[in-house]
């Protein structure tokens, strides 16, 4: 009877500790979102679910604030080189296009003269994180760190500050982890257009990705594009001489907040 009372006391004490921790353990991810908008066609502006309109209130954006002009802003999300971004970076030039890329620590770390041509071809080079890790699972002070890690970085290879600019790995994102990235001096840039480029062993059909692009193409459009892609390599002139002579210009981030650049 002793033992099979030590064992229920032993019992019930670990089943109110389980209790307690999981009720006072943070729950860092328990409003996590993965950032959409629906495509739209004949020049029409997409519109964001409403249950992210809090992203403006954090300085976070997606599109351009005219809806009358005929601005694109061009960004890139490159954690790596694999001979595609140097075509990528080739193209820009030719168009005198500016590009914002969106970096890891493995780029600065394993390329950074190609980091280095971005900021001499004056490209925005803008915070992706250091790891690429999901900040929605992190602590306030775990987020900060990440983004607080790839600034030293870049600082110590380059002498200068990235631009004030964060774009959230796999687009994942809520309110505390934009609130770090505001209180760091950071507008949040998500896009407008995008699409499955980001799988080298599986790359879009060039024809079929130049189709959609344009098709789904409105003024202000905020384009995320991944730079590794040979797609994107191979198509990016064409899609820039096309869009040029429909009367486009290749706006700058630093348009969407002060001290930008």
Excluded at 3 to 12: A, D, G, M, N, R
Excluded at 97 to 121: D, S
Excluded at 175 to 204: C, E, I
Aim: charged share 25%.
């Amino acid at each position: 009877m002793m033992i099979k009372k030590f064992f229920k006391t032993v019992f019930c004490l670990f089943a109110s500790l389980l209790f307690i921790f999981v009720n006072i353990m943070p729950t860092y991810a328990e409003n996590a979102q993965n950032w959409y908008c629906k495509r739209e066609k004949n020049g029409r502006r997409p519109c964001a679910d409403p249950n992210m309109a809090y992203i403006e209130e954090e300085n976070g954006f997606f599109l351009g604030k005219n809806p009358d002009e005929k601005v694109i802003y061009l960004t890139f999300d490159a954690g790596y080189e694999n001979g595609n971004v140097a075509r990528i970076l080739d193209t820009l030039k030719a168009h005198n296009a500016e590009g914002a890329f969106f970096i890891l620590e493995n780029l600065i770390n394993r390329n950074p003269a190609l980091v280095e041509r971005m900021i001499n071809e004056g490209h925005l080079v803008c915070n992706h994180t250091a790891k690429h890790k999901d900040m929605t699972k992190l602590s306030e002070a775990e987020a900060e760190k990440e983004l607080r890690a790839l600034e030293d970085l870049y600082r110590e290879k380059f002498g200068c500050n990235l631009a004030p600019f964060y774009r959230p790995p796999e687009g994942k994102f809520d309110r505390k982890s934009l609130s770090v990235a505001k209180k760091l001096g950071y507008h949040t840039a998500f896009w407008s257009l995008a699409y499955a480029d980001w799988d080298n062993a599986n790359q879009p059909d060039p024809e079929k990705a130049k189709k959609l692009l344009c098709e789904h193409l409105h003024n202000g459009a905020v384009i995320l594009l991944h730079p590794t892609s040979k797609t994107n390599a191979d198509i990016l002139d064409a899609l820039l001489t096309q869009w040029e002579k429909e009367g486009y210009r290749f706006g700058s981030l630093s348009e969407f907040g002060e001290n930008a650049k």
